[in-house]
């Protein structure tokens, strides 16, 4: 989850934490203490989940482009639940792939970890199972 959009001046895709160059918004860690516009820490996709499955109807749909090669496009239509597991697998998939069976705290722009930032942290994990579990109780109440 990213904290501010590409094109906002503030943004740097990367957190660098022992940049001591000129640039005021990243210069000696200040963008991870205050700001942070390039960092994104997992435990705010935790609190998203959440939030965006609490208030997300099981019935709100997302139309989803898909490329299928040779110039055809076809669009996939997601309900929040197919696009819920679709997001948690690519939290899985760094979860098994960890030597600490975890999640980081800090990622860059394009989710990869960063080296600055904790490999395992307690609160990133925390806050998606807390989402997962929530989820699981809702799917569990559609079964019965």
């Known amino acids: 989850m990213k904290t501010l959009h590409p094109a906002d001046k503030m943004y740097r ?5 022992n940049d001591d160059g000129s640039d005021y918004n990243v210069a000696h860690g200040f963008c991870y203490h205050n700001v942070h516009p390039d960092a994104s820490h997992i435990v705010g ?4 989940l959440a939030c965006w499955l609490f208030h997300a109807s099981t019935a709100a749909v997302r139309q989803v482009r898909v490329d299928c090669g040779h ?3 076809h ?8 696009k819920m597991m679709r997001l948690l697998e690519g939290l899985k998939k760094h979860l ?5 069976m975890s999640l980081p705290e800090l990622t860059d722009a394009h989710g990869q970890e960063n080296p600055f930032g904790c490999p395992a942290q307690a609160w990133s994990v925390g806050t998606i199972m807390d989402a997962v579990y929530d989820f699981s109780e809702e799917i569990t109440k559609k079964h019965d």
């Open 13 to 17: 895709p990367k957190y660098i934490n």
């Open 45 to 48: 996709t935790g609190v998203g």
């Open 71 to 73: 110039g055809r496009v």
């Open 75 to 82: 669009f996939a239509v997601l309900s929040r639940d197919r």
């Open 96 to 100: 098994l792939a960890s030597p600490w």
